[in-house]
Every structure is written in structure tokens, then in C-alpha cells.
């Protein structure tokens, strides 16, 4: 079945670094989505690409859709204590009439204030 | 806050019981999906329901069933629950429409198998 590889999979970093973030796939999705979840809390949507090669940006957060459409990456510029928490990606794809999201396994961000 | 209400927020049951878990969709979302959080794992994706009827299937369990309602809530059942079984239980709902997949998520419910 369709699989997203994530990396890394856990990152500590300073206060004011900026960290990357990858995702892959060996199938092609539709649609690219960032999710951040907190400790306790659902997901929640950080960013969503729709075009191969879009690049779009939310505030500190910049990802892009890689252009054979089976990559994305997520940067995050001057991060901040509350940037904490696990980062997931998620590629959508249509199948013979079925939606179908299809969740990397997460990446752990610590920020060391 | 999603819009996307969960209940129960925490469940505590014994093996071998059977559970029912609430989903009510963001306002004029269609789509409800359901999904297992375990320790260390990632999001699987258990089942889709789009309008009432059934989507897609992901690595749902036997087990397990959901159905929604006309009034486009949702439920998971869970029944024989193993102590395998424990995790977060997530839902999320998207819109109809060109951009119908950014899916936003509820809080969860923890569920813990005794």
C-alpha cells in the first residue's frame, strides 16, 4: 500500500534555529498536507499544497510540493518554544472512487528555549 | 478549536467489552474519517463516510464499525476490545468541494482497554 517516508524523525534544536523537514513517497498523491499535533490535542492543519512544485507559505512555516509529486518538505524559520510538538505529513489521493489520506508517522520537534 | 466535537474525551473499559465512540462534523462538512493513534504510531486510517454512505476502508479491524447518521454524525464502534486496542481515536471532517481534503481533526478520544 501506499507508504509516506518521513525525516527525520525526531530533531532538538535551539530557539531561533531553523529546522527542515522531509517527506516521501513512492506513489503519487493529489494533494500534500502539513499537520502539527500537540500533546493531547488532534492534528492540526499547518499548511496544503495542491500543485506539483507549489510553494506556499503560512507565516514562519514554508513547504513545498516536489514536482514529480511524490515529495514535500516543510521548513519552519526562527523557531520558538512553542513550535514543540510532533509534525505530520499526509498525501491524498483519489482511487477507483475512494479518498484516501495516508499519514507519515511523525516527526518529534523539541526546542530548547 | 476544529469544530470537530468528539465524545467521550477519555474511556476506560475491560477486555472483551464493547464501545461506541461520537463524531459531529464541522457545519456543512460531508466527510468523516476516522483514524487510530497508537504509542509510537502514527495515524492509520480506519474509515470514510461521505454523506452517509461508506467512503473508503482503511486497516479497520472486523471488530470495529462506524456508520453516519443524516444528520452527518458519526460513530465508531468497537466491540470483544483487546488490551491492543487502547489508543487515541481520532475523527476529522472535510468539506465537499475542489479542496475537500484538508480534513480537520477533533481532540480525540483515549480510549484504555483494563
Known amino acids: 500500500g501506499q507508504q509516506l517516508n518521513q525525516s527525520p524523525q525526531s530533531m532538538f534544536i535551539q530557539e531561533g534555529e531553523d529546522v527542515s523537514m522531509n517527506c516521501t513517497s513512492s506513489?503519487?498523491?493529489?494533494?500534500w498536507l502539513w499537520y502539527k499535533q500537540d500533546p493531547g490535542e488532534g492534528p492540526v492543519l499547518l499548511i496544503a499544497?495542491?500543485?506539483?512544485?507549489e510553494l506556499t507559505s503560512n507565516g514562519r512555516l514554508t513547504a513545498q510540493f516536489g514536482i514529480t509529486r511524490k515529495d514535500s518538505f516543510l521548513n519552519i524559520s526562527a523557531s520558538i518554544p512553542s513550535d514543540v510538538g510532533i509534525y505530520f505529513c499526509?498525501?491524498?489521493?483519489?482511487?477507483?472512487?475512494?479518498?484516501?489520506?495516508?499519514f507519515g508517522k511523525g516527526m518529534k520537534l523539541t526546542v530548547n528555549p | 478549536d476544529s469544530g470537530v466535537t468528539q465524545t467521550p474525551k477519555h474511556l476506560i473499559t475491560a477486555t472483551g467489552q464493547r464501545v461506541t465512540l461520537r463524531c459531529s462534523p464541522r457545519?456543512?462538512?460531508?466527510?468523516v474519517y476516522w483514524y487510530q493513534q497508537s504509542l509510537d504510531q502514527g495515524l492509520q486510517f480506519l474509515i470514510q463516510?461521505?454523506?452517509?454512505?461508506?467512503?473508503a476502508k482503511g486497516n479497520i479491524l472486523e471488530r470495529f464499525s462506524a456508520q453516519q447518521f443524516p444528520d452527518l454524525h458519526s460513530e465508531l464502534n468497537l466491540s470483544s476490545l483487546e488490551l491492543g486496542d487502547s489508543a487515541l481515536y481520532f475523527c476529522?471532517?472535510?468539506?465537499?468541494?475542489?479542496?475537500?481534503?484538508?480534513?480537520?481533526f477533533g481532540q480525540g478520544t483515549r480510549l484504555t482497554v483494563v
Open positions: 476529522a471532517s472535510s468539506p465537499r468541494g475542489h479542496r475537500n481534503t484538508e480534513a480537520f
Open positions: 506513489s503519487i498523491f493529489n494533494t
Open positions: 499544497l495542491y500543485k506539483a512544485g
Open positions: 499526509a498525501g491524498h489521493l483519489t482511487q477507483g472512487g475512494s479518498e484516501k489520506l495516508v
Open positions: 457545519s456543512g462538512d460531508l466527510s
Open positions: 463516510y461521505y454523506n452517509g454512505e461508506e467512503r
